[in-house]
Structure formats: C-alpha cells, structure tokens
C-alpha cells in the first residue's frame, strides 16, 4: 500500500502562481511508481494533468496545461511537486496526485493509489 497526501491549495488571483506537494508513505516504495496529477471541477468529469515516470527522466502534460504547469519528484524524500504558473479560473479544481505502474495508465485517467485532494480556486 502506499498512501498519499497533498499539500499546498489555496486561493490565487488569475495570473499568479501556486505549487503543489504531494507526500507519499507506506510499504510501497514511491520510487518505483510513476505518478502524476489529475484535477476535478465542480460538475466535471476527473482529468488528466501531468505525469512522470518513476525515474523522473519523462514528464507528459494535457494540452491545457502544457508550458505552464511543471511536474517533478524527489524520490529521496518521496515526494511529487506540481509548479502551476499563470494560472486561470478554468484551472479552478480539486487536484489530486495519482500513482500507478505506468504513466501510460496514468494518461489513460487510472490509478492505483489515488490521494484525498487539495482545492485550488483561481478567482478575480
């Protein structure tokens, strides 16, 4: 099993920047998954944000968020980061980190262990 937990939601204004951790514990060693993050609005379907693999040699990003969002890991501490940059209300969701044995089931929407979310409201 492996737990996770994120860190770092809040309020920002359009524009502006946030970063989000996502801390890993359990029998499960983080290192040897790959993880990612996905995100849900209110009254929309959970989707896809960013993933790597466990190594950190490969980042994949969905469209909207490409070259504003970044995604790293520290396996040494066994921990996921997600640097979110100009930020826009449509990034307005509950994001969540994600791990699994393979980016390529991460960018299909699944995950074997998912964590319980932190909200991110971009507002004016």
């Known amino acids: 099993q492996m737990q996770l937990r994120e860190f770092g939601g809040g309020l920002v204004q359009p524009g502006g920047s946030l970063r989000l951790s996502c801390a890993a514990s359990?029998?499960?060693?983080?290192?040897?998954?790959?993880v990612g993050w996905f995100r849900q609005a209110p009254g929309k379907e959970r989707e896809f944000v960013a993933a790597i693999t466990s190594s950190g040699s490969t980042t994949y990003y969905a469209d909207s968020v490409k070259g504003r969002f970044t995604i790293s890991r520290d396996n040494y501490v066994n921990t996921l980061y997600l640097q979110m940059s100009s930020l826009k209300p449509d990034d307005t969701a509950v994001y969540y980190c994600?791990?699994?044995?393979?980016?390529?089931?991460?960018?299909?929407?699944?995950?074997?262990?998912w964590g319980q979310g932190t909200q991110v409201t971009v507002f004016s």
């Open positions: 359990g029998r499960e060693n983080f290192y040897n998954f790959a």
């Open positions: 994600a791990g699994s044995s393979s980016t390529t089931y991460l960018r299909a929407n699944s995950a074997n262990y």
